[in-house]
C-alpha cells in the first residue's frame, strides 16, 4: 500500500516535536522549576527560558507559580503585655525563592506550606502582641495606636522563623486584618474608653476655663488703659473748656448786663425750640424778653433792643 507523502512528512514533524518535549521544557517569567532525577531534587531553576533534561523516566519537571501568594491566619485569641485579652487575625504575602529547599519538603503542594506558615504566624504575632499593651490596638487616641510598628515586627518575626526553617519561601509583607474583643472584656473595654473620654472631656473643659481667664484678664487690663486715656483725653478738653469759658467771663464781667441777657436768650431757645404750650407770666424770666414794658430787660447801650406783641 502506497503511502502519501504528505501523511509521511507530519507523522514525522510530530514525532519530532514529541522527541522534543521529552528532552525540553521551558519556564516562564512566572514560575521557577525543579528538575528530579529518578525522584530526587538535582537543578533548580529560577530564570525563565528554555532548558534541556532527559526523558521520563529519568528526570522529571516540577513548575511553581513564583508570584506572590496570599495567606490568611484564624481569627485567634491572644493576650496583651497588661492582661488584655485580644481576637486578632493577620494576613500575608509570599512566594517561592528557592524552588530546591522548597521542593523536598513540600513537593507540589502549597497547601502543606501554608499550614506550616500558620503555626509559625501565630508564634510571630503572638510574641509581638504580647510585648505591647492594650492601649496600642484599642484606644481613643490615634496617637496612642501603634499598628504599623507592631505589623512590621510581626513581619520580621516571621521572615526570621521562615529563614530558620529553611522553607525556601520569603515573606514578602504582612498586615493585621482584623481585631476583635471577646465579650466578656467587651464591658471592661467600653467602661475605660468612657473614662478615657471623661478625661478628655475635663482637659479640655480646664483649657477652656484657662483660656477664658486669660482672655477677660487681658480686655480687663485693655479696658482699663482705655477708660485711663480717655479721662486723660476728657481732663485735657475740660481744661481747654475751663480756659475758653475763661476767657468769656472776662468779656462778659465788663458787660454784666450782656451776660445776663445771653443766658435769657439761650434759655428762652431751650423753650421754644420744640412745639409746646407753656402758660407763664410774661414777667418770669427768661419770658420777660418779649413784654414791651418798661419792666422788661433790655440794654441801652450796647446791647440790642427785644419787643413783643404778646399781650398780657
Not at 50 to 77: G, M
Not at 178 to 196: D, N
Not at 276 to 304: A, C, E, F, K, Y
Amino acid at each position: 500500500m502506497k503511502r502519501n507523502p504528505i501523511t509521511i512528512t507530519i507523522g514525522v514533524l510530530l514525532l519530532f516535536i514529541f522527541g522534543l518535549l521529552l528532552i525540553f521544557f521551558q519556564v516562564r517569567t512566572t514560575e521557577v522549576a525543579m528538575v528530579t532525577t529518578f525522584g530526587k531534587p538535582t537543578r533548580p531553576v529560577t530564570e525563565p527560558g528554555a532548558y534541556l533534561k532527559w526523558p521520563w523516566p529519568i528526570q522529571q519537571v516540577y513548575k511553581f507559580d513564583k508570584r506572590i501568594h496570599n495567606f490568611e491566619s484564624k481569627f485567634e485569641q491572644v493576650f496583651t503585655a497588661d492582661g488584655h485579652s485580644l481576637m486578632i487575625k493577620i494576613y500575608a504575602g509570599w512566594h517561592i525563592a528557592q524552588p530546591q529547599a522548597f521542593f523536598p519538603r513540600f513537593g507540589d503542594s502549597v497547601t502543606r506550606l501554608e499550614d506550616a506558615l500558620s503555626g509559625l504566624a501565630r508564634s510571630a504575632y503572638s510574641g509581638v502582641v504580647g510585648t505591647h499593651s492594650f492601649s496600642d490596638f484599642v484606644s481613643t487616641d490615634e496617637k496612642q495606636l501603634k499598628f504599623e510598628q507592631i505589623e512590621q515586627e510581626i513581619l520580621q518575626h516571621l521572615q526570621k522563623d521562615v529563614q530558620a526553617k529553611g522553607y525556601g519561601v520569603e515573606v514578602n509583607f504582612i498586615g493585621i486584618k482584623r481585631i476583635g474583643l471577646p465579650e466578656s472584656v467587651t464591658k471592661l473595654v467600653f467602661e475605660r474608653m468612657q473614662a478615657e473620654r471623661q478625661l478628655q472631656v475635663q482637659r479640655i473643659e480646664s483649657e477652656g476655663r484657662r483660656e477664658a481667664s486669660d482672655i477677660r484678664t487681658a480686655a480687663n487690663l485693655t479696658s482699663a488703659k482705655v477708660l485711663a486715656e480717655a479721662d486723660n483725653e476728657a481732663a485735657r478738653i475740660r481744661g481747654e473748656g475751663d480756659k475758653l469759658a475763661a476767657a468769656s467771663l472776662q468779656v462778659l464781667d465788663q458787660e454784666p448786663e450782656l451776660g445776663k441777657f445771653l443766658i435769657q436768650l439761650r434759655a428762652l431757645e431751650d423753650f421754644l425750640k420744640d412745639r409746646t404750650t407753656l402758660i407763664l407770666d410774661t414777667q418770669t424770666s427768661p419770658l420777660n424778653l418779649l413784654n414791651g414794658s418798661p419792666s422788661s430787660s433790655t440794654t441801652t447801650r450796647s446791647g440790642p433792643k427785644v419787643s413783643s406783641n404778646v399781650q398780657e
